[in-house]
């Protein structure tokens, strides 16, 4: 296949790039900085200026990644507008060159986030849960609805709501396993809150197999199916290190020097597969003792 994928060379979209190149697909990335090589294609991110819209009728598939990082801190008024902005124009963009393309992709794969279901919740949230109303879950809104066009001109659309994606390198995993590493490890705030995590082979191994599942369609949960506390996260850590799990983090003292974006570290709900197992997913780590051990050896 030939695939197109737009923010191909963020962690995660270098880590799919490298599996699906080696499955023998032709893998092209949209990059704003001056291409490197003839598979880089520029764009600027926002509209269909510069000829790489004409590309699309190359394609067989396009996978949507962008979004700026929610690490970036401090969460101001501006720089959640580059959160929101970063989501929702490119996917215009990549709407708009669709519907223009003489011959259109089969498949198309947008982005999306776990925090879709709200920060707190007494229950298991599965596809069919509606969105929260607080900022984090409205951005997922904002930024599916940026390409949902493209479910009216035939393509198979599929929106992968990904939780905390846990690699050995890059992403959050090692930033958060260094207290613990450092001896301090301990629970955040009360430590009842979901730590919403999936395995980095798990992530890719999801999106290639929503890729070529023709029955694919609509939203998927990608996040392990065993629910997780962080208080059992940080200690599940502690355990594989054979560190103390001790110096216990009152939310207040976290939201001093994060802000709002403590609640990334404090806030957390409780999300399920559903969708995916019933479509015959085979996690690799299911559970989270299995994913820490492969990830530290």
Do not use: C
Not at 13 to 32: E, K, N, P, Y
Not at 85 to 96: C, K, T, W
Not at 190 to 195: E, H, L, P, S, Y
């Amino acid at each position: 296949m030939n695939i197109l994928i737009a923010g191909g060379s963020g962690f995660l979209g270098s880590a799919l790039v490298q599996s699906l190149a080696q499955d023998g697909h032709r893998i092209f990335v949209l990059t704003r900085r001056v291409p490197q090589t003839p598979s880089q294609i520029h764009w600027d991110g926002k509209t269909t200026a510069g000829g790489w819209s004409d590309r699309l009728s190359e394609m067989d598939a396009v996978i949507n990644l962008t979004g700026y990082g929610l690490d970036h801190w401090p969460w101001t008024r501006r720089q959640k507008g580059r959160f929101l902005d970063s989501r929702v124009l490119p996917g215009r963009a990549l709407a708009a060159a669709i519907q223009a393309s003489a011959r259109r992709p089969s498949v198309f794969i947008q982005a999306s986030g776990i925090n879709h279901y709200g920060l707190r919740s007494d229950s298991l949230a599965d596809e069919s849960t509606p969105p929260a109303d607080d900022f984090l879950a409205q951005l997922t809104v904002a930024w599916e609805k940026a390409t949902q066009p493209v479910d009216e001109l035939g393509v198979r659309r599929v929106v992968i709501r990904t939780a905390v994606v846990l690699a050995r390198r890059g992403g959050m995993f090692p930033l958060m396993a260094l207290p613990v590493r450092l001896f301090a490890g301990g629970r955040f705030g009360d430590g009842k809150q979901a730590v919403p995590w999936i395995h980095i082979d798990d992530y890719v191994g999801a999106v290639k197999f929503l890729l070529q599942n023709e029955n694919a369609r609509g939203p998927f949960n990608l996040i392990a199916p065993t629910p997780t506390s962080n208080a059992e996260f940080m200690r599940t850590i502690a355990r594989e290190l054979k560190r103390p799990y001790w110096l216990h983090l009152p939310a207040f003292l976290l939201k001093i020097p994060l802000g709002e974006m403590s609640v990334l570290l404090t806030e957390g709900s409780y999300a399920q597969p559903k969708r995916l197992l019933e479509l015959g997913y085979t996690f690799r780590f299911p559970a989270l003792a299995d994913a820490v051990r492969d990830l530290f050896n």
